[in-house]
């Protein structure tokens, strides 16, 4: 059951970098995720993270601090590929 579990969030995660560079147009980092770029815009305080940040921890409601914990996990991706 853990197998299904990791492939499936391993879909979605890869699906949701897909996503991103779709609708940046590429201007994004590898292994960055919407949610990771959301928190990230909130906390330069643009309108634009400020309304869906929101959105998705509420959507994402079984992730306490979603958004954030994306942020740290990308932090963390980029800290041990430097």
Same mark, same amino acid.
């Given at each position: 059951? *853990?197998?299904?579990?990791?492939? =499936? +969030?391993? %879909? =979605?995660?890869?699906?949701?970098?897909?996503?991103?560079?779709?609708?940046?147009?590429? @201007?994004?980092?590898?292994? @960055?995720?919407?949610?990771? %770029? %959301? /928190? $990230?815009? $909130?906390? &330069?305080?643009?309108? +634009?993270?400020?309304?869906?940040?929101?959105?998705? &921890?509420?959507?994402? /409601? =079984? &992730? *306490? &601090?979603?958004?954030?914990?994306? /942020?740290?996990?990308?932090? *963390?991706?980029? *800290?041990?590929?430097?």
């Amino acid at each position: 059951m *853990k197998n299904i579990r990791r492939r =499936f +969030l391993i %879909v =979605f995660y890869v699906t949701d970098n897909l996503l991103l560079a779709l609708l940046t147009l590429g @201007e994004c980092q590898i292994g @960055e995720t919407i949610s990771s %770029v %959301v /928190w $990230e815009l $909130e906390f &330069d305080n643009k309108l +634009l993270g400020r309304i869906l940040r929101p959105c998705i &921890d509420r959507l994402l /409601w =079984f &992730d *306490k &601090d979603h958004c954030f914990n994306a /942020w740290r996990t990308y932090q *963390k991706m980029m *800290k041990a590929n430097l």
